[in-house]
């Protein structure tokens, strides 16, 4: 079973510039969530997509951050203009969705995202 | 969702059971305990959840207090590989829509497996 994929795996950019992540979940997977993970801390969910709808975007700087996940499967995840403090590993995370196994979700390797 | 408290830091020898463990004292009846870990420059990885009852699976199991309050993580017998950030979460199976709720990690534990 392919897993979650994400390009690019690097991005650097100078601030105030714009970037997008792509996320490919895995087949069949209705839920997708976009997480920000800053050096040295946990993981931080910004928006969760059950099919294309939005679940919970409350974390969502949404100033600068926008997300859409059209047709239910892929997702993008746009930083427009990039700060400094964006500098953080973004990663991408699907799961079933269904019953007990909601909470397992699995994770793509993450896309880097330099801001100078 | 209930918050949980681990320890930042911990180290194995290799070899040996490396026991993790979790305080999650506001832990509601429909709350789930799930496990995950992270090793460096990768995603989190799902190891493990239970509700009340002790779990074990090919990667760990889980020992959950009877009053729900703790728990503990055993990895019986910890390798190099396991040298990884371990979170420990708590949430409920579905939300009020009867979609997926979110997972909130903390900074959880480090462990460091040594030869």
């Known amino acids: 079973e392919a897993g979650v994929a994400q390009s690019p795996r690097y991005k650097i950019i100078e601030k105030r510039q714009s970037v997008a992540f792509w996320c490919n979940p895995i087949?069949?997977?209705?839920?997708l969530y976009w997480y920000q993970q800053i050096l040295g801390q946990g993981p931080k969910l910004l928006i969760q997509?059950?099919?294309?709808?939005?679940?919970?975007d409350s974390q969502l700087p949404k100033d600068r951050f926008s997300a859409e996940r059209l047709k239910g499967v892929d997702s993008t995840l746009k930083i427009q203009p990039a700060k400094l403090e964006d500098s953080a590993v973004y990663l991408c995370?699907?799961?079933?969705?269904?019953?007990?196994?909601?909470?397992?979700?699995?994770f793509g390797e993450g896309s880097r995202l330099t801001v100078l | 969702d209930a918050k949980t408290t681990q320890p930042p830091s911990m180290d194995c020898a290799e070899g040996r059971a490396a026991n993790l463990p979790c305080n999650h004292s506001?832990?509601?009846?429909?709350?789930?305990v799930y496990w995950y870990r992270q090793i460096h420059s990768q995603g989190p990885q799902y190891i493990i959840h239970?509700?009340?009852n002790n779990e074990t699976n090919e990667m760990a199991s889980l020992i959950i207090t009877e009053d729900r309050k703790s728990s503990t993580l055993i990895l019986p017998h910890a390798t190099l590989r396991d040298t990884a950030v371990y979170y420990c979460?708590?949430?409920?199976?579905?939300?009020?829509?009867?979609?997926?709720?979110?997972?909130?990690f903390g900074t959880g534990t480090r462990l460091q497996v040594t030869l």
């Open positions: 995370a699907s799961s079933s969705g269904r019953g007990l196994r909601a909470g397992e979700l699995f």
């Open positions: 087949s069949g997977h209705a839920t």
């Open positions: 997509f059950q099919n294309n709808g939005v679940v919970d």
């Open positions: 506001t832990i509601s009846g429909n709350e789930y």
């Open positions: 239970g509700l009340k």
């Open positions: 979460i708590v949430r409920v199976a579905t939300g009020n829509t009867g979609t997926a709720s979110k997972l909130t």
